[in-house]
């Protein structure tokens, strides 16, 4: 049997129906809600992602009401602990990529407290459900033909968990930057954070230039998120666990 014909009965069923869900058909086939969705897709509409992509009201608080929230002084604590225990990993890190290590553990910690939160929906069903509903449906529909690729390739599974919107990984990468630049399995913590550096770098990071807001390499940290006040969490937590104030 070759490589292509390897794909899930799920892989499959989806592929089936991403001809109804293509930019010229969406209009006619999203949905909000389950009922046109379970009949077309044959899995499970994830209500938990929609209401998940609904209410992210935290990115609408201050910086402080962000970073108390977030729990920003506990993942900068801990993030000056990893960064000693981890000292060689970084430093290899940083020598190919040339991204230090205090952004790179801001993400971590954000995303995952350092590996420990990485979220439990089916990401298959969660990036499907995404690409049939109406709010963004091209962008999760390149997620989710990303998703096939992957699963395909034997890299992921038509069963891997993630967070809420398909996310995975030690420091949460959807399908398309997985295969952009992702680098061995993403729960290993070494594989993520050099796949992060490799994103970072790919969208301009420059080694030895600042990341602060107005810095050089700021705009690769808005690159990772489009939230204003995640990326300024970040700049601030990467600064503090770097040794700055």
Known sequence: MTKGCKLTTVTFTTLAILACITPQ???????????????????????????????????????????????????VSRGRAMKQSHAAMFASIQSRYGVPPGPLIAIWGMETGFGSQRGNQNMLSSIATLAYDCRRPEYFTDQLYAALQLIDRGVLSASTRGSMHGEVGQTQFLPKNILAYGTGNLDNAANALSSTAAFLKAHGWRAGAGYQPGEPNFAAIEAWNAASVYQRAIAMMGRQIDGGE
């Open 25 to 75: 058909a969406h209009a006619a086939q999203c949905g909000s809600g389950p009922g046109g969705f379970e009949s077309l897709m044959g899995t499970n509409y994830a209500s938990a992602t929609i209401a998940a992509d609904r209410g992210q009201r935290s990115f609408g608080l201050s910086l402080d009401q962000f970073l108390a929230k977030r729990g920003a002084s506990t993942i």
